[in-house]
């Protein structure tokens, strides 16, 4: 996983997830949400018809008191306790 | 912050499930299947060496239909390795996936009864025809070719409820349709149960379909290479796996 930031300030990333497809980029968008002091968090792919830029770009916005970056860490590891809590459950009722 | 998720099984088979996950937002959930069709490898005829083909179909052809046979994926293969087998059958008989021999015997057809070609034994022929090959499966994702998704018919929809609002008109007596699990006072019920049709369960009211917030029900078909169970959890895992190393490129 490339990662390569386009546009960072102190409350706002955009950053490129080299390899990455709606698969990951999705979950890992909600997760961004759903994190504390996260205003906004998109993404943007482009079909691989479409020439150019393929690869996905993350935009991050933050309020205060939060760096874009922190709030990715703390998302990404979200993303890891959404799976291992998933696991745990599947395995639990299979 | 971290979600319990609740599991509960309707439908269980090596081949085919069904199962409710609860508490889970839609975007995960989307995430889980797309994972299973595209991102859990499984071993497949990639390189076929023809020893003969007196058949009537091209290399090609035969190397396609080859392909397309599912095979047991054992667990302690890796993306890119490879197991090798052997096919050798001579008319007039029909040549079947089961006739494929495997040097590893974790890796094997895992339906013994689809046909790759019919061979026949022309009349005034000097010999039959015949077809020899050997082949290389490799593991691969579903994402650089189909033959290698493990699941076949992958989806979720919303788990249901159903209130009822009153009673239906007396001229009303037309069916009303419903696919899908229903929650009925805690109780799971497979629409099958009433013939999809909600008027045989409710006979002579008037019902209003619900969807359960955060409640999918997963109906998940393996081509056989994996059981059901391990194609969700090499899905997750190939999730975690990218957040772990999200987590650690972030870091750095």
């Known amino acids: 996983m490339d990662l390569r930031v386009i546009e960072s300030e102190e409350a706002e990333l955009s950053i490129e997830i080299a390899g990455e497809d709606h698969t990951f980029m999705n979950v890992l968008k909600e997760a961004l949400l759903e994190t504390e002091g996260v205003g906004a968090a998109t993404y943007d792919m482009n079909p691989e018809q479409s020439g150019g830029q393929t690869d996905p770009i993350l935009t991050i916005k933050t309020e205060e008191d939060t760096a874009p970056l922190d709030a990715l860490e703390t998302a990404a590891r979200n993303v890891r306790d959404k799976t291992d809590s998933f696991r745990t459950a599947f395995e639990a009722a299979a | 912050m971290s979600e319990d998720y609740e599991v509960e099984f309707i439908d269980r088979d090596e081949r085919d499930a069904r199962f409710v996950v609860r508490d889970i937002t839609p975007a995960f959930a989307n995430g889980i299947r797309r994972a299973i069709v595209s991102d859990v490898p499984t071993l497949s005829i990639d390189t076929v060496r023809v020893i003969e083909n007196s058949s009537v179909m091209f290399d090609e052809q035969i190397s396609l239909r080859l392909g397309l046979v599912p095979l047991t994926t054992p667990d302690d293969y890796d993306v890119g390795e490879t197991a090798t087998l052997a096919l050798d059958v001579e008319g007039p008989d029909t040549a079947y996936s089961g006739d494929l021999v495997s040097a590893d015997d974790r890796v094997e057809p895992a339906d013994d009864n689809i046909p790759i070609i019919d061979l026949k034994y022309p009349e005034g022929a000097d010999s039959p025809q015949r077809l020899e090959i050997e082949a290389e499966a490799v593991m691969d994702h579903g994402k650089?070719?189909?033959?290698?998704?493990?699941?076949?018919?992958?989806?979720?929809?919303?788990?249901?409820?159903?209130?009822?609002?009153?009673?239906?008109?007396?001229?009303?007596?037309?069916?009303?349709?419903?696919?899908?699990?229903?929650?009925?006072?805690?109780?799971?019920?497979?629409?099958?149960?009433?013939?999809?049709?909600?008027?045989?369960?409710?006979?002579?009211?008037?019902v209003e379909v619900h969807d359960v917030p955060n409640a999918f029900v997963f109906s998940i078909e393996s081509d056989g290479s994996l059981p059901v169970s391990d194609l969700v959890l090499?899905?997750?895992?190939?999730?975690?796996?990218?957040?772990?190393?999200?987590?650690?490129?972030?870091?750095?």
């Open chain 2, 144 to 206: 650089s070719h189909a033959k290698h998704q493990g699941g076949v018919a992958v989806g979720y929809r919303h788990l249901q409820r159903i209130e009822v609002v009153g009673d239906a008109a007396d001229w009303e007596d037309e069916p009303n349709i419903l696919r899908g699990v229903i929650e009925d006072d805690g109780e799971l019920v497979p629409t099958e149960s009433f013939d999809h049709d909600l008027s045989k369960r409710y006979p002579g009211k008037e």
């Open chain 2, 234 to 252: 090499n899905a997750v895992d190939s999730l975690a796996d990218r957040a772990d190393e999200l987590e650690q490129a972030v870091q750095l």
